[in-house]
């Protein structure tokens, strides 16, 4: 198994050296723990997908610690790209601009663009700083399953194919960045996340728009239907009618989960009611649940746009695609 170890400042350098060697090392960030590679590196950044099983043709995100060292990684940062960058990092907010040689295609599958973000949890900072180079960084656990919201999670997913996992506790969003592609005049919602649709219009004026269908899964990889899935069949469903889909699970003999918000009358868990709570617990419960049931229940918990990248991510763990 991989070391898991407190995250202080002796581990953060030792860390670093992991990574200048080549070799990967997963971190915590405020939004999902990464698995991290020197981004420049293209040979370390292969080892990222070996480790994943993750398709050549899924680009990474890159880590920097601030729109300097964005712009080193860029052809050019658009008014709007750099306004987004000033309001919200570091935070959850990916920006996909026009990349420069220097990035590996390797990181980017070969796409003109790159993903960049300014992590804000201090222990990928202090790595940042300690590394001096950009790090790509996926979610750090294996290819199509839940992203992984504490080290044990990590430890679960990827075992002995990383080495080091710094611990930082259970991360404060609990579901991956917003990634909004800013290269076009319309910037596009690759995935919501806790930077709401509203909060980037608020500071460019524009609305984005959603990717368009004919655009294909390659416009960003990570939109494939089946993603962030647990390997039980899950069911969505409206609050009332979990006790029907339940009673039809239950005769079909499978080991039935509900996962709900308030209080849960039924086996399974129960997360708050408010958009963030529900984000913050929701991997961490689905790995729960996908150990101790075959089938999941799952009520929706809320709509409009508040809970936007809460029900994308439940769209998914339910798609059978
Ligand atoms: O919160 C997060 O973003 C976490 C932490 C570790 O930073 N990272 C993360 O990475 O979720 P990953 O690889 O699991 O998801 C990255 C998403 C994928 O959907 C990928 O397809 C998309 O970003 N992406 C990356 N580069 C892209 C690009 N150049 N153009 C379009 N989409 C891109
Ligand atoms: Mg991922």
Not at 256 to 267: H, I, R
């Amino acid at each position: 198994m991989p070391r898991i170890v407190p995250a202080d400042s002796v581990a953060i350098q030792e860390a670093a050296v992991v990574l200048r060697q080549g070799s990967l090392v997963a971190f915590p960030t405020e939004t999902v723990y990464g698995l991290g590679a020197c981004a420049l590196n293209a040979a370390s950044v292969r080892a990222i997908f070996e480790a994943k099983g993750r398709p050549a043709t899924n680009p990474l995100i890159v880590h920097v610690l601030d729109l300097d060292d964005a712009a080193r990684l860029v052809t050019e940062i658009p008014p709007h790209a750099a306004a987004l960058a000033r309001a919200f990092w570091p935070g959850p907010l990916t920006l996909v601009l026009p990349k420069r040689k220097e990035v590996p295609d390797e990181v980017t599958a070969g796409g003109s663009t790159v993903a960049l973000r300014s992590p804000a949890h201090p222990i990928a900072r202090a790595l940042l700083k300690a590394l001096g180079e950009p790090i790509a960084a996926p979610s750090a656990n294996r290819s199509l399953e839940v992203s992984p919201t504490t080290a044990a999670h990590v430890a679960a997913s990827l075992g002995d194919r990383i080495s080091l996992i710094l611990d930082g506790g259970p991360c404060q969003f609990g579901i991956e960045s917003t990634v909004l592609d800013i290269t076009g005049s319309t910037p596009v919602l690759l995935r919501p996340g806790s930077v709401s649709r509203a909060a980037i219009a608020s500071v460019i004026g524009v609305e984005p728009i959603s990717p368009q269908s004919h655009d294909g899964p390659l416009r960003s990889p990570g939109l494939l239907a089946r993603h962030y899935a647990p390997h039980a069949r899950v069911e969505l469903v409206l609050q009332e009618q979990i006790g029907e889909a339940r009673e039809r699970l239950l005769q079909e003999g499978l080991q039935v989960g509900v996962l709900t918000t308030g209080t849960n009358p039924w086996d399974g868990a129960a997360l708050p009611e408010n958009p963030d709570g529900y984000a913050h617990n929701l991997y961490s419960a689905l790995r729960d649940l996908d150990l101790r049931f075959n089938a999941l229940i799952i009520s929706l918990p809320g709509d409009g746009p508040a809970w936007e990248a809460v029900l994308n991510r439940l769209m998914r763990a339910a798609s059978k695609e």
